[in-house]
């Protein structure tokens, strides 16, 4: 054997024997994530299911080492529920204003919307201090220009 098949195969056992640790590891923290997002449940928190059901926590229950959570669906006339277990809420959101918990990037359409709009107007405030500063520069301008015309009339 040569030196280069000895380094790869010390090479492929340190991967075998890392490759396990790292994914346990990682394992771990999901779980302790998924844990401490369950038992912050609490009524009228809005979430999602892993199975992309939007709604809002109208009941908690245990039944046995379970925890079963009841989700209000729909609105108005179209209201629904729906029992899942808790390790079925995917995500949390908090408020409107706030982003969720974990994972998604954006909440519900109405905080897309609300980000839009912020920079929508931001975009505005912007454009109307450069046009602001633009004005201020021909005026600026026309000001020298004067000033060039009268130094050349008294000159003469």
């Not at 229950?61 to 809420?89: H, M, N, P, R």
């Not at 929508?120 to 220009?145: A, H, P, W």
Request: without cysteine.
């Amino acid at each position: 054997m040569d030196a280069t098949q000895i380094i790869l195969i010390v090479f492929i056992v340190l991967l075998i024997i890392i490759y396990p640790i790292m994914i346990s590891t990682r394992n771990k923290k999901e779980n302790q994530r998924m844990q401490e997002q369950t038992n912050s449940l609490k009524r009228g928190d809005k979430v999602l299911t892993t199975s992309g059901v939007y709604g809002t926590i109208v009941d908690l229950q245990l039944d046995g080492d379970k925890k079963i959570v009841t989700i209000e669906t729909g609105t108005d006339k179209k209201k629904g529920y729906i029992s899942v277990d808790a390790y079925a809420i995917y995500t949390i959101f908090k408020d409107e204003a706030e982003k969720p918990v974990e994972k998604s990037t954006n909440g519900p359409e109405k905080s897309l919307k609300d980000e839009n709009k912020d920079e929508i107007v931001k975009d505005e405030n912007k454009n109307s201090e450069t046009n602001d500063s633009e004005g201020e520069k021909s005026t600026n301008d026309s000001d020298v220009t004067n000033k060039a015309k009268e130094k050349e009339n008294k000159k003469k």
